[in-house]
């Protein structure tokens, strides 16, 4: 299967990067701009890995690639919007910066639109799928305040990943929102219980029907366990 992740230079993005390698996928890893981590894989693992040049707020730069790719006769059999950011952290609404909220929605729901508005087209290897990575910090049921624009970006990914299962349906394409787990990662910080590998491998186990999503809505955690919404 050939696997698009976007933001793929650390934290998860880095790790599902790794683990669809070591499954034999051919990885698409999207970067901003490529850390030494990432580049480092590229020895190891040769054309199985292509690193790409992405920033998830560029639709040109997104168009651009994908036509590059279609242009190829090239196909995808999943696509992982990763890239977020976690901004104004525990802010109170009276000293939230909307500077935060803009960018944070630019990144967090605007990038994986884009993404998926112009690679969509070349999704059509047998049971693919899109994976959003959400948060449970988007889930109504539990909302707590502090992480304004964060939570309420999750929220509306949700309600895209629903809208384009929709969409996507009767061509057999999954869509999954999935909490990754409270992990090590730069976002998530040293006291995190969970490793990002063991959320990376959750993850490839959805796309791969390993784990089938269980629940109403298509908002798991990376063990397939319903969320609530
Ligand atoms: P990190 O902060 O460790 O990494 C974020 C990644 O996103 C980096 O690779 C970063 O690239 C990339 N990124 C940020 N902005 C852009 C952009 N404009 N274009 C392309 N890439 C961008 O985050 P995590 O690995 O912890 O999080 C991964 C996902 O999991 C996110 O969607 C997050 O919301 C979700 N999540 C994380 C949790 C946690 O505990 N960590 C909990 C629940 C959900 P660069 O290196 O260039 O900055």
Known sequence: MNILITGANRGLGYEMVVEALERGHHVIAGARQASQKL?????????????????????????????????????????????AILAARNTSIEELDMNDVLQSFDIN????????KHFLPLL????????????????????????????ITKTALNMFTQQLLSAVKERGVQVVSVHPGWMKTDMGGEQ??????????????????????????????????????
Request: charged share 20%; no cysteine.
């Open 39 to 83: 580049a480092g894989l590229q020895e190891q693992y040769g054309e199985q890995l292509e690193t790409v040049q992405l920033d998830v707020t560029d639709e040109a730069g997104i168009a651009a690639l994908a036509a590059t790719l279609k242009e190829q006769d090239r196909t995808l059999g999943a696509i992982i919007n990763n890239a």
């Open 109 to 116: 729901l605007f990038g994986p639109m884009r993404v998926v």
């Open 124 to 151: 059509t290897e047998p049971g693919a799928a899109i994976m959003n990575i959400s948060s449970e910090a988007g889930s109504i049921t539990n909302a707590y305040p502090g992480d304004y624009p964060y939570g």
């Open 192 to 229: 995190a219980p969970t490793d990002p590998r063991q959320s990376s491998k959750g993850i490839l186990d959805i796309i791969e029907g390993r784990i089938v999503p269980q629940g109403k809505f298509n908002f798991v955690d990376y063990t397939g366990k319903e969320m609530p919404i």
